[in-house]
């Protein structure tokens, strides 16, 4: 018998929307509208982990089992056994695995309020979905929906993130995004991209990019984030193939400001685009390819000769019938390997735990073989070889003296964790963003015992859902 009304989902998102229209009290984070919280973040302190198992992810390290970590104005002073540090303040690691914070290569943040939104039939698949609710995006839409993914990714131990921003419809559009990375305290790259639906033989604007490089130093977060060129390539898109005249600009805007590159190449049967791109001179160590799922020998000799480091998304690869990411050819190469979100309008979620654990299972089954993919070299990938592959591996990516202090304690003493048996096993077969009980990124304690710090998440989350209900109705997408 059913005597319960069903709640329709428009009933239940306005009741959402209008919780936030209240704007809910009791929050742990800073109080404020959403544009005037910059500049609040947490004190670059001193702290010295204690008695944690650390996973320096630092070849000539390796692993120590009782060790503490002492971090100061940012960086790391020591890693070692019965550090002295007087006036550190003191951060108990017992049952804690400490290691680097988990490194994203490509993530179209934006995305973030489309959740599981990639539907069922051709018409709501995710390209059409992303296009059409995309266009209905105000700059507003863009902050709010970037600042929940950089709060999911802090939540779940990502402290690089590298946001493949393609729906700048205006300067105020990268401005907003920009705003939402900062006022996080992550750090990472913003690629910048040509809006959803822009025409195919038209270039970026360059103008735009080329202020933005101009400016940096007030977009940067004090060095935190760096630009990049989310470039359209030669790849189809939703609105047809760019054209060369248009593609060509884009790159030499790049090279000409020396920002770094990133391109989606090669995700569908058949495609060549990498061996184009290699006839055409734009492969090189600051071109990055995304996806190359399917890819010929001579294509992984192109982008190893030319150093090309890959990004691999496996969940958004599944999901969307891209093929299996051929992990293994492109580690045998020698060609740089980063782990990935893409879109979680796709993916659902941005768990870099899950992503570890696709990746190494994919290919193990790929290649009928139990001992392909080992864990230790998957959290690799997840951590120095991930920046390696953004080349930042000189300030983060390993727990060494010198880097700059980005890392993640991990509780060993949950219910899918509660015994220590292999810590890399541990991390990439069992462990979830729930079990991340602190975060640091440059020496700020971003989360801490199991909470975001400098991001109220019920405003967050409650600005995020009400900009996603605006959006769908602008867009007529119901
Ligand atoms: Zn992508």
Redesign the pocket.
């Known amino acids: 018998m059913k005597t319960e009304k069903t709640i329709t989902r428009r009933e239940f998102l306005g009741s959402v929307a209008a919780l936030g229209a209240l704007g809910v009290t009791g929050c742990a984070g800073p109080a404020g509208s959403s544009s005037d919280r910059s500049g609040r973040l947490p004190e670059q302190g001193e702290y010295l982990i204690r008695n944690a198992y650390v996973m320096t992810m630092d070849a000539a390290t390796g692993d120590l089992p009782d060790a503490d970590v002492h971090v100061k104005q940012g960086a790391i002073v020591a890693v070692g056994g019965s550090l002295q540090a007087p006036g550190a303040q003191a951060i108990e690691g017992r049952g804690m695995i400490v290691l680097p914070g988990l490194v994203e290569t ?1 993530w ?1 943040m934006w995305n973030t309020l489309l959740r599981s939104m990639s539907g069922d039939k051709r018409e709501y698949g995710y390209f059409p979905t992303a296009l059409a609710l995309g266009k209905a995006y105000l700059p507003e839409d863009m902050y709010r929906g970037t600042r929940l993914g950089a709060a999911e990714a802090l939540n779940g131990g990502i402290t690089f993130v590298h946001d ?1 921003c393609h729906n700048i419809r205006g300067p105020q559009y990268a401005e907003a995004n920009l705003r939402a990375l900062r006022e996080s305290g992550i750090r990472g790259r913003f690629s910048y991209g040509a809006a959803q639906g822009h025409p195919a033989t038209e270039p970026i604007d360059i103008a735009d990019l080329e202020g933005l490089h101009r400016d940096w130093r007030s977009h940067s977060n004090e060095g935190l984030l760096a630009l990049g060129l989310a470039w359209r390539g030669v790849s189809t898109g939703a609105t047809g193939s760019v054209s060369a005249a248009a593609y060509q600009r884009d790159f030499n805007a790049a090279r000409a400001l020396g920002i770094p590159i990133s391109v ?1 190449a090669n995700n569908r049967k058949g495609s060549d685009a990498i061996a184009l791109l290699a006839r055409e001179k734009f492969l090189g160590r600051d071109v990055q390819i ?1 996806h190359a799922t399917w890819v010929s020998p001579g294509e992984i000799r192109a982008l190893a000769d030319n150093g090309c480091p890959v990004s691999l ?1 496996p969940y958004t690869e599944l999901r969307i019938g891209f093929g299996f990411p051929p992990t293994g050819d492109f580690l045998a190469a020698g060609i740089p390997v980063g782990l990935s979100v ?2 979680t309008a796709l993916s659902g979620n941005a768990d870099m735990f899950a992503i570890m654990k696709a990746i190494q299972n994919v290919e193990n089954s790929r290649t009928n073989d139990e001992f392909k993919l080992p864990a230790r070299r998957v959290l690799e990938l997840a951590t120095i070889e991930g920046a390696r592959s953004m080349g930042v591996d000189d300030r983060v990516g390993s727990l060494k003296p010198g880097k700059r202090a980005d890392l993640i304690m991990v509780n060993t003493r949950e219910v899918n964790l509660g015994v220590f048996s292999e810590p890399a096993h541990m991390l990439v077969e069992a462990a979830q963003p729930a079990n991340v009980d602190t975060v640091m990124v440059d020496g700020r304690i971003l989360k801490r015992r199991g909470r975001l710090t400098a991001i109220d998440v019920e405003q967050t989350v409650n600005e995020a859902s009400a900009a996603l209900t605006a959006v769908r109705k602008r867009a007529g997408w119901w």
Do not use: E
């Open positions: 490509h179209h493949w989606h995304i998304s893409d879109t």
